[in-house]
């Protein structure tokens, strides 16, 4: 795989995006050009061969629960949903990552998004909650829950992006540290 460095504080411009690396990185990787990166990206539905690479990013994601891989697959064989983002370039698959999604009825939970750090902030989060939206959508699912630690303002904003609202705050709800968890909805009837 090609790579391209960027230095701290420089910027990597595109058609559409701009990015802003921060300062506590050195030197970053970036796989090139990215313009190529975009287009490259698919989501998907996970495969068994996905499921080390899900672990991993659950492992590095900061998700405070931790699933199994039968938890997964339970999920996945029972009217739920796992969504992968791959990344493919010259003939290399990455699963840089993925979304799990819990399905009661006409409601459904996000209970599980982590993108690889490396490739955050180049659409892989937006894909995967916007695939999952459509999806709920030709579900005839009404609603989508999810929660999100108040402190983490980068999901909040990508969430509101994507049309999620704030439904309420429940205090206390996360431990290391703790802090409360925003409850936050998306209505697919709206969805046109």
Same mark, same amino acid.
């Given at each position: 795989m090609v790579s391209v460095w960027f230095r701290v504080g420089k910027l990597a411009q595109t058609a559409r995006?701009? +990015?802003r690396f921060p300062l506590s990185r050195a030197l970053l990787p970036?796989? &090139?050009?990215?313009?190529?990166? $975009?287009? &490259? %990206?698919?989501? =998907?539905?996970f495969?068994? @061969?996905? %499921?080390?690479?899900?672990?991993?990013?659950q492992a590095g994601g900061g998700i405070s629960e931790s699933w199994r891989e039968a938890d997964y697959m339970r999920l996945a064989q029972s009217g739920g949903l796992v969504l992968v983002a791959q990344l493919d370039e010259e003939s290399l698959a990455t699963v840089i990552g993925f979304l799990a999604l819990r399905r009661a009825s006409d409601e459904a939970e996000i209970v599980a998004l982590a993108v690889d750090a =490396?490739? =955050? @902030?180049? !659409?892989? !989060?937006? #894909?995967?909650?916007c695939k999952?939206?459509?999806?709920?959508?030709?579900?005839?699912? #009404?609603?989508?829950y999810l929660e999100v630690r108040a402190s983490n303002?980068?999901? @909040?904003?990508?969430?509101?992006a994507v049309g999620f609202r704030l439904h309420y $705050? =429940?205090? /206390?709800?996360? /431990?290391?540290?703790?802090? &409360?968890?925003?409850? %936050?909805?998306?209505? #697919? @009837? +709206?969805?046109?």
């Open positions: 995006n701009t +990015f970036v796989p &090139a050009p990215v313009d190529k990166l $975009e287009l &490259a %990206m698919k989501v =998907r539905p495969i068994s @061969r996905d %499921m080390p690479s899900i672990l991993a990013l =490396r490739y =955050r @902030r180049l !659409g892989a !989060g937006r #894909a995967l909650v999952t939206c459509e999806w709920t959508r030709s579900q005839a699912i #009404a609603s989508v303002t980068v999901a @909040r904003n990508l969430y509101s $705050e =429940r205090k /206390d709800y996360y /431990d290391n540290p703790q802090e &409360a968890a925003c409850v %936050m909805t998306f209505n #697919a @009837r +709206f969805l046109d």
